[in-house]
């Protein structure tokens, strides 16, 4: 009688509803991994017939993904924030903000009060805060607070004598404490940095959540030379075993420290990208806009950087073989970069230079994401987080280029979506409902098998990882996520009910 002999492996995995997203988007039943590797991916019968394992998995019939990588996010301020800062998040009032710093303060002993999440759109009243309450209630310390957007500051009146800030010919400097973008960004600088063990302890949250949440991999938008280190010693101690591609922040010493090593890729960190600003966030009016704002006559925003810094950035990525990576949310930041872009891609490549958010985008600007084969990556829960005053601020036909994901995805198609945590939730799940069931400007919501290429295949491939990661097949890292539900065919409604079961990276359970 005909026997045939079975191959040992690390882990069979059966059962199972298997989405591989490979290029025919097929399904399976079960797989088996060794040595970190999906080596095999097929039907029950196949693969139990083939193979045996150290470890067996009945997913009894639950549905698996590729693990989810978040293609926009900010992993190690989330886990800084995680640390020190005050929740301000979902704060009705600039009162319920007061009230949680008072709480917060009861247990924080340092010169600093910090917190980050508030959103004056909440309130009733919609106007930028004052700081007036934080000098009368917290006299003794230097309080910074972060709008949600992590563009506006407010901060106590010994901040601003720190720094030494007035109005005089400042757009982003506005009246008793708020601070826009650069000269929040001035505020932010002053602010003592955790010490190594602090930030170990806020990495290793920042992966627990990530895990939580199903997530195999991030893309951290901009990183200083001393946190890439340490991420990269934590990976090489086992401490870390996310997968993080590292933006570097523009300044010349930190490019001029990664680009002499060229584009880097070891087991679990990428460095080949550079990260900068066009504008600021649009909740804060700091993106900049062709025409002024609807709700805000007096002002269309601000640039960040003037063009030489762009074209010094953009030139020195170029020369080394680095993907330029550039947040841009309103139509005048959006055409500037993409012209910018225009400078040095002349045309049809395979370069991968990327605009973070694309958030609004002028009718005629399309193209030119097409022509010069320019990536969008975009975070789907912006839409739905913006859509109670996203029509204010633009008015009712800028509105509509705003979010546009489906023409975005039309120019190269494909496109990368992350949730840009902090900012926003850090689930991926959340990324998915607000792409594909989104009750505004419904014409440009993605279908659920775009929606799930854009958080696995393509995020991987918005930093050329697509031929390791962002699907289940033979020879990829054996990234995946067990769900308790299949987002792919569930009704809408019940999407943010689902939880993640199991999250294996490279065939081992770390949640």
Known sequence: ???????????????ANVYTVDNQFSKAEAFAVKDGKFVAIGSDRNILRHYYATQTLDAQGQ????????????????????????????????????????KHNENNDSEWLLGRGWDQNLWDDKRFPENIELNRRFPDKKVLITRVDGHAVLVSDNVLKIIGLDRTNRIDVKPCGILLDNAA???????????????????????????????????????????IALLDSLQQKGVLKMKINAMVNPDDETMDYFMKFGIIEKERLTVRSVKIYADGALGSRGARLLEPYSDAPETSGLFVENEDFYDHVCEKAYNAGYQVCCHAIG??????????????????????????????????????????????????????????????????????????????????????????????????IETFYSSVARKYLTDNKLSREEALKSMTIWAAKGYFAEEHKGSIEIGKEADFVILSADIMTIEDEKIPEVKVVNTFIDGEMVY
């Open 185 to 227: 960004d001035m505020a932010k600088a002053i602010v003592p940095s955790l010490n190594n063990s602090q930030r170990v302890k806020a990495l290793k949250i920042a992966q627990r959540d990530c895990f939580k949440y199903g997530l195999t991999g991030v893309t951290d938008a901009g990183l200083d030379i001393r946190s």
């Open 63 to 102: 549905s698996i993904y590729p693990g989810f990588i978040d293609g926009h996010c900010h992993f190690v301020g989330y886990g800084e924030t995680k640390v020190r800062y005050a929740d301000l998040n979902g704060c009705k009032s600039f009162e319920e903000v007061l009230e949680r710093l008072e």
């Open 331 to 428: 139509d005048a930041g959006v055409r500037m970069i993409l012209n910018e872009y225009a400078k040095f891609l002349k045309g049809k490549n395979d370069l991968r230079w990327r605009i973070e958010h694309s958030q609004v985008v002028d009718a005629q600007d399309f193209v030119l994401y097409k022509e010069y084969n320019i990536i969008p990556s975009i975070q789907a829960t912006h839409c739905t987080s913006d859509m109670p005053w996203a029509e204010e601020r633009l008015g009712s036909e800028r509105v509509k280029n705003a979010y546009a994901y489906k023409t975005l995805l039309a120019q190269n198609g494909w496109l990368i979506n992350g949730t840009d945590f902090p900012i926003e939730h850090i689930s991926p």
């Open 1 to 15: 009688m005909f026997s045939c002999e079975k191959t040992k492996v690390d882990l069979i995995v059966h059962n």
